[in-house]
């Protein structure tokens, strides 16, 4: 009898790890939006405020005047978007300020080069701060496009390039 008894716990314990497992292998998807979350989306317009919670009676900790900056985001309240930018900094924006158009920022100083391979064709040289068009992935490198120009750079030297989410 106990045996038996050990047996479906044993059982239970193994069924119960299991749907834990393939419920965290689930993205998690925003209940405003029905979209990922979190996601890389990119700055709509200029002067946007960051704020410290979602809704207009909180304080405004930043202005964000860089149009096309990639943020992610990381939870939705109604109209609002909780999103982290480039330099880690959490805050609340309305969703009407934010586009699905996916961009890169980049971190460090970097070649654009004409194939994502190491010694390829230089195109152009990035700076850092430069805000790019993202439009793809291949292993550990990034397809940019900026200033008329496309090519690749290798992952670590750009933000906002996660492959795991749908390019737009």
């Known amino acids: ?17 299991l749907n834990a497992a393939s419920a965290s292998d689930t993205p998690a998807v925003g209940p405003d939006s029905n979209l990922p979350v979190p996601r890389f989306v990119s700055l709509r317009t200029e002067g946007a405020n960051g704020r410290r919670g979602p809704g207009l009676e909180h304080q405004v900790e930043w202005v964000y005047e860089r149009a096309g900056l990639p943020l992610q985001v990381t939870g939705e ?38 194939n994502a391979r190491e010694g390829a ?28 120009r496309i090519g690749w750079v290798e992952a670590d030297a750009v933000w906002g390039t996660d492959c795991g ?4």
């Open 1 to 17: 009898m106990r045996r038996g008894i050990m047996a479906a716990f044993v059982a239970a314990s193994a069924l119960l790890s």
């Open 77 to 114: 309240s109604g109209p609002w978007r909780r999103v982290v930018d480039p330099d880690g900094d959490q805050v609340w924006i309305h969703a009407q300020n934010l586009e699905q158009r996916r961009t890169a920022y980049v971190r460090e100083a970097v070649a654009l080069r004409r």
């Open 121 to 148: 064709q230089i195109v152009a040289y990035l700076s850092p701060g430069v805000v790019t068009g993202f439009t793809g992935c291949d292993g550990e490198w990034r397809r940019l496009t900026v200033g008329g």
């Open 165 to 168: 989410a749908p390019l737009s």
